[in-house]
């Protein structure tokens, strides 16, 4: 049974075509995985087909009474918003028809004989839908979601805005998961959530009965949940069966035919061609020639798609610093209230070290303590000498109006407009996206720029606070090289084992210094 179809579907932002004539079908009980690279329109196509924005051309339609639960990238909570009020919005349909039920109730005892009749049978079906949803036991449900996300440890009377970025995500995957959706849209689901977390996550995933689509560029977790795979690249969608393993075979050995039958045909081409010119002018051989001039006006000529440019990172190294990067006496971080116990750590020149554990425990405040950005509670950080700080930001918080020319430019203004241009198309990004504003940018490329700005300064400590989120594979495994050949210090979070395993030469569990209780 098709729960999803979209047509013919076309798109685009200003003169940057994102679809062209895409069709595509979502069937119940698929597990689907939609991949392509940064910039290829996977986030727009999710809003297209739930209606955030209305397509150029084309028709999407869902079944009838299909409830759909969408977990978006860029979802924002409202400052004021409990966690229990957040989650407690799941239900909100449920307390519409409570209201309504109230309403009906009251005008009871005004109502004519037969309208009864008619009122009390809808209060019936009302009631009914109330108690299927599990309405009278909320706090109950509420709870045992809260509990299982590790959300129930932080307090439902906490404020949504006062949490990290993987807190949120919890928040808002938790108020999915009440919401019991017939199809769950997930863009992007485990940025911010910690290893525990997104293993949970997988099992969940695995043993959901309904139909699912999941943007993700996190390859083992994808190959562990999904059983289709629809593949974005120039304007298409591909479908294939099987797992993204599976994909990338039959994606390498159709790239392959093709352009095996494109270096054929234009040889053919080529030999058509100098016929009809040798050919042409003779008598003898005129409608020989003129049959081969039809042939070619005939041939559904093979077009290969311009390829992509691949992202190249490299980090300039800056001056040799001292032995000790910083060194922590009795540290102690948070904002409040401590995240910390006292913290007495040191990093040498040259260490490569990543902190792993949980959300919300002060990864990213250890950080920016270091940095001097969040003033410590109590102890003292001591930074080395001659130290050349690149600093990779989690998430960067506001509208950003500035193209991507006048954000390298506001950087380094000395560049002339070509160096600019060439630093930014050499972290992968097209002339159509080094020219668009920022905000208009995916996740993805937005992480490029803000890799560009890092490339371009000296360095002599890369501070990198989750540089992979939202990176597509190719990204990813450039990025890995040019941390492994880097020859200064990295302090590195990630919650992807596969990417830092191979970079770095240590790794301190934030866990064992945590005040918070896991």
């Not at 009906?104 to 309208?115: F, W």
């Not at 809260?146 to 006062?162: K, P, W």
């Not at 070509?418 to 630093?423: L, Q």
């Not at 594979?473 to 200064?488: F, W």
């Amino acid at each position: 049974m098709s729960i999803l179809n979209v047509e013919h579907l076309t798109h685009g932002f200003g003169d940057r075509a994102i679809f062209n004539d895409v069709s595509f079908r979502l069937l119940k009980g698929e597990h689907i995985g939609l991949v392509g690279a940064n910039g290829e329109g996977k986030s727009t196509f999710m809003n297209i087909v739930t209606g955030k924005l209305m397509p150029d051309e084309g028709k999407v339609e869902w079944a009838k009474n299909v409830r759909v639960g969408y977990l978006d990238q860029h979802s924002t909570l409202t400052k004021g918003m409990t966690i229990e009020s957040v989650l407690k919005s799941a239900f909100a349909w449920l307390f519409e028809l409570e209201e309504n039920m109230n309403q009906i109730c009251d005008r009871l005892g005004e109502a004519a004989p037969d309208e009864m009749d008619a009122m009390m049978e809808e209060l019936g079906v009302i009631q009914d839908t109330l108690t299927m949803h599990d309405f009278y036991i909320i706090d109950t449900k509420v709870e045992e979601v809260a509990r299982a996300l590790g959300l129930l440890e932080l307090g439902l009377s906490h404020d949504v805005t006062d949490l990290s970025g993987g807190q949120r995500m919890k928040v808002l995957l938790a108020k999915l998961l009440l919401e019991k959706p017939d199809i769950l849209l997930l863009d992007e689901p485990t940025n911010y959530l910690d290893a525990e977390h997104i293993a949970w996550l997988k099992r969940y995933l695995q043993e959901y009965e309904n139909a699912f689509i999941l943007i993700s560029h996190d390859i083992p977790f994808l190959n562990d949940v999904v059983n289709i795979i629809y593949h974005m690249e120039n304007q298409r969608l591909d479908r294939y069966v099987g797992d993204y393993d599976k994909f990338q075979e039959v994606y390498e050995v159709k790239k392959s035919q093709l352009e095996a039958a494109y270096r054929k045909q234009q040889q053919e081409i080529s030999e058509l061609k100098d016929f009809v010119a040798r050919n042409k002018a003779r008598v003898a051989t005129r409608n020989m020639a003129m049959s081969r001039q039809k042939k070619l006006d005939k041939m559904d000529v093979i077009e290969l798609a311009a390829e992509r440019p691949k992202p190249e990172f490299d980090f300039k190294l800056g001056r040799t610093p001292g032995k000790y990067i910083f060194e922590t006496k009795d540290l102690v971080i948070g904002y409040d209230e401590p995240l910390s116990k006292p913290l007495n750590i040191s990093m040498e020149r040259g260490q490569k070290i990543a902190l792993v554990g949980a959300n919300g425990i002060g990864k990213t405040t250890l950080l920016r303590s270091i940095l001097g950005l969040v003033p410590a509670l109590s102890g003292e950080v001591t930074l080395g000498e001659n130290l050349e700080i690149g600093y990779f930001e989690q998430e960067i918080k506001g509208e950003n109006k500035n193209t991507c020319i006048e954000e390298i430019w506001e950087e380094f203004p000395a560049f002339s407009q070509y160096e600019v241009r060439s630093a930014l198309a050499k972290c992968g990004l097209t002339t159509k996206h080094i020219e668009s504003q920022v905000r208009v940018l995916s996740g993805g490329e937005q992480a490029k720029v803000r890799l560009c700005k890092l490339m371009n300064r000296t360095t002599n400590i890369l501070l990198l606070d989750e540089p992979t989120n939202h990176l597509d594979v190719d990204a990813k495994d450039e990025l890995k090289r040019a941390l492994n050949e880097y020859r200064g210090a990295v302090l590195l979070i990630c919650h992807e084992p596969d990417f830092y395993q191979d970079v770095v030469n240590a790794v301190w569990d934030c866990s064992k210094w945590t005040t918070k209780i896991l």
